[in-house]
T-cell receptor, first 115, second 114 residues
Framework: ETGVTQTPRHLVMGMTNKKSLKCEQH?????MYWYKQSAKKPLELMFV???????ENNSVPSRFSPECPNSSHLFLHLHTLQPEDSALYLC??????????????FGPGTRLTVL | AQSVTQLDSQVPVFEEAPVELRCNYS??????LFWYVQYPNQGLQLLLK??????LVESINGFEAEFNKSQTSFHLRKPSVHISDTAEYFC????????????FGSGTRLQVQP
């Protein structure tokens, strides 16, 4: 595997289910991100992790719970979601370096449908 | 805080015609600017970026974008499009210091017709 992978690619869940999204990067990066892509709206940054530590939570509801056990893996745990949470969830990674900008590499996303 | 406006949600164009996708941004600090492309069922890929230096930047597949500070714009252009350029294009910005997370526009769907 190369780049950034995400599993599953598609997920359908009920509002009472608990599920998890997984992201894995094979690029040796130390920063990872979750974004939400909804129809007709800009990509929304949800969480940022640097060296396994959460450095940004963009006012995301607590029904979304991220976990970063190491620099290569990022999870998004989901519980009691609402239909409006249906979207494409994108994971990205980059190599944070002070004083310069590092390109973010994106995974293919997980298409989530909440019934 | 930053914001990005992509003025056109969809741009239909015939093959081999020129195209311009518009992007305007708002920021109280200096920014870096990016264009990402998303092909169907794929994640975003970096197309080109402006960090400093020449205000005209180019990609390997014929796209170019020009940073205009006075108009706070970073429009994307291609003189002759191909069917394979059909995709969604996102403009994004990030401050040149501090926080590195990207702020995206809402995207422009480029539809190239034969």
């Amino acid at each position: 595997e190369t780049g950034v992978t995400q599993t599953p690619r598609h997920l359908v869940m009920g509002m009472t289910n608990k599920k998890s999204l997984k992201c894995e990067q094979h690029l040796g990066h130390n920063a990872m991100y979750w974004y939400k892509q909804s129809a007709k709206k800009p990509l929304e940054l949800m969480f940022v992790y640097n060296f396994k530590e959460q450095t940004e939570n963009n006012s995301v509801p607590s029904r979304f719970s991220p976990e970063c056990p190491n620099s290569s893996h990022l999870f998004l745990h989901l519980h009691t979601l609402q239909p409006e949470d249906s979207a494409l969830y994108l994971c990205a990674s980059s190599q944070p370096t002070s004083g310069s900008v590092s390109e973010q590499f994106f995974g293919p996303g997980t298409r989530l449908t909440v019934l | 805080a930053q914001s990005v406006t992509q003025l056109d949600s969809q741009v239909p164009v015939f093959e081999e015609a020129p195209v311009e996708l518009r992007c305007n941004y708002s920021s109280s600090v200096s920014v870096y600017l990016f264009w990402y492309v998303q092909y169907p069922n794929q994640g975003l890929q970096l197309l080109l970026k402006y960090l400093s230096g020449s205000t005209l930047v180019e990609s390997i597949n014929g796209f170019e974008a020009e940073f205009n500070k006075s108009q706070t714009s970073f429009h994307l252009r291609k003189p002759s499009v191909h069917i394979s350029d059909t995709a969604e294009y996102f403009c994004a910005v990030t401050p040149d210091t501090g926080r590195r997370a990207l702020t995206f526009g809402s995207g422009t769907r480029l539809q190239v017709q034969p």
